[in-house]
């Protein structure tokens, strides 16, 4: 199956930082989505990005689909971005998404 | 316009023991997907429904199995249950429409099972 790699693993960043997650998939896909996981587990909707790019406030992302790569890009950054960015892509069709490996973004005040 | 719904929040069981989950769907959506999430993982891929049937499964045994309603929503059951199977259950919804595309998935706030 398709594999999901996202880097880096770790990240910690003082507030008003800038940051830029990445993510590789193995093979050819029709979307991507990104999404935060708070710490309470929730995981919520950031993008829905097959291809291009996307903003949505301080958050945009970017996706290549011919390179198999996809970035999130988070501007100015606040406590409450803290948590585990994931992304996921679906097999053809309305298939189970697989996850990638997760970053985990801690934002020191 | 509510969102992804899911019960109970927490729930303890011992080895052995059956448990049930339950789903309700954004509004709107009719494809429901059960993943499961262990403490430092991403979400695992379990089942999805569609149209009351089961549509595609991921690497999970027949202790784990699954229904939709007529109304969409779904529940999730694990029999015999292992230490193993703590960990976060999360559903997401989809409205199916786009199969070339696939469709955007919402999720719910999980359920958090722990087995003792």
Known sequence: GIQVEQSPPDLILQEGANSTLRCNFSDSVNNLQWFHQNPWGQLINLFYIPSGTKQNGRLSATTVATERYSLLYISSSQTTDSGVYFCAVPNFGNEKLTFGTGTRLTIIP | ?116
Do not use: M
């Open chain 2, 1 to 116: 316009d509510a969102g992804v719904t899911q019960s109970p929040t927490h729930l303890i069981k011992t080895r052995g023991q059956q448990v049930t989950l339950r789903c309700s769907p954004k509004s709107g959506h009719d494809t429901v997907s059960w993943y499961q999430q262990a403490l430092g993982q991403g979400p695992q891929f379990i089942f999805q429904y569609y149209e009351e049937e089961e549509r595609q499964r991921g690497n999970f045994p027949d202790r784990f199995s699954g229904h939709q309603f007529p109304n969409y929503s779904s529940e999730l059951n694990v029999n015999a249950l292992l230490l193993g199977d703590s960990a976060l259950y999360l559903c997401a919804s989809s409205q199916e429409g786009q199969p070339l595309l696939g469709n955007e998935q919402f999720f719910g706030p999980g359920t958090r099972l722990t087995v003792l």
